[in-house]
């Protein structure tokens, strides 16, 4: 008797357990089909580590493999085209993403991401630029240490900038005070609230290590905002508008 009076729930939570599994199952074979976890693992690794030979190397592979679909290549090719503009070949990863399938107006952003963040226009800090020995240091020991995670190595510049406001080290002339202190030097000062505002916008990334900061740091209090919070699709979205302009 009882089994009969709780056949319909049961029978309603066999039904849900059965989507849910199905749409498991599908979400595994597009990562499966579309090499997802092998992007992703490349994207962090063009992101956080310098090692041309193997990239390009690399890169050629993913532009012309008909597995990985046109915006995974689009994203790897600006990626590359960010931490290789001087010392790579740029031009050559331009003419692979045309081959593989990149439509022309597509491969024409990376030409706007470098007017936009190239060498001559973005602050310090996105790979280590101007500090060698801790460029070199920070790759020797990820090379001794690995990574806990190959899929979440990245961390944004962002925490590098909290980082040397909580120790006294932000340098002046990358972030003048407007207001000096009176009686301290004003880079050796250490704010118990930090606000931080992002014109163009913030993302998702920044706004989950600012949140892991403030759980581990309880005397000194982060908050983050910005003008939007971008994924790569709104961002690729701003790129076209400014390729307008």
């Given at each position: 008797?009882?089994?009969?009076?709780?056949?319909?729930?049961?029978?309603?939570?066999?039904?849900?357990?059965?989507?849910?599994?199905?749409?498991m199952?599908?979400?595994a074979?597009?990562?499966?089909?579309?090499?997802?976890?092998?992007?992703?693992?490349?994207?962090?690794?063009?992101?956080?580590?310098?090692?041309?030979?193997s990239?390009?190397?690399?890169?050629?592979?993913?532009?012309?493999?008909?597995?990985?679909?046109?915006?995974?290549?689009?994203?790897?090719?600006?990626?590359?085209?960010?931490?290789?503009?001087?010392?790579?070949?740029?031009?050559?990863?331009?003419?692979?993403?045309?081959?593989?399938?990149?439509?022309?107006?597509?491969?024409?952003?990376?030409?706007?991401?470098?007017?936009?963040?190239?060498?001559?226009v973005?602050?310090?800090?996105?790979?280590?630029?101007?500090n060698?020995?801790?460029?070199?240091?920070?790759?020797?020991?990820?090379?001794?240490?690995?990574?806990?995670?190959?899929?979440?190595?990245?961390?944004?510049?962002?925490?590098?900038?909290?980082?040397?406001?909580?120790?006294?080290?932000?340098?002046?002339?990358?972030?003048?005070?407007?207001?000096?202190?009176?009686?301290?030097?004003?880079?050796k000062?250490?704010?118990?609230?930090?606000?931080?505002f992002?014109?163009?916008?913030?993302?998702?990334?920044?706004?989950?290590?600012?949140?892991?900061?403030?759980?581990?740091?309880?005397?000194?209090?982060?908050?983050?905002?910005?003008?939007?919070?971008?994924?790569?699709?709104?961002?690729?979205?701003?790129l076209k508008?400014?390729?307008?302009?």
């Amino acid at each position: 008797q009882n089994f009969m009076e709780n056949f319909p729930e049961l029978r309603l939570r066999s039904h849900n357990v059965s989507k849910h599994v199905a749409l498991m199952g599908e979400l595994a074979r597009l990562v499966d089909v579309c090499s997802l976890m092998d992007v992703s693992q490349f994207e962090q690794e063009l992101a956080c580590t310098d090692d041309h030979t193997s990239h390009m190397r690399e890169l050629m592979e993913k532009l012309q493999s008909p597995n990985i679909k046109i915006p995974d290549k689009l994203r790897l090719g600006l990626l590359y085209a960010l931490r290789y503009e001087i010392t790579g070949n740029v031009n050559k990863v331009k003419s692979a993403m045309k081959s593989g399938g990149v439509p022309s107006d597509m491969v024409e952003l990376v030409n706007v991401i470098l007017r936009y963040g190239g060498t001559n226009v973005r602050g310090p800090g996105l790979y280590g630029d101007g500090n060698l020995v801790s460029k070199m240091t920070k790759s020797f020991m990820t090379s001794v240490q690995g990574v806990s995670n190959v899929y979440s190595q990245h961390v944004p510049v962002i925490m590098d900038t909290v980082g040397s406001v909580v120790k006294g080290k932000l340098r002046q002339e990358h972030y003048p005070f407007a207001i000096k202190p009176k009686h301290a030097e004003p880079e050796k000062v250490i704010p118990e609230e930090i606000l931080i505002f992002m014109v163009g916008g913030t993302t998702y990334e920044e706004a989950t290590k600012i949140s892991e900061f403030n759980e581990l740091s309880p005397n000194v209090r982060v908050i983050l905002g910005g003008s939007t919070v971008h994924n790569s699709t709104s961002y690729l979205e701003e790129l076209k508008a400014m390729r307008r302009s």
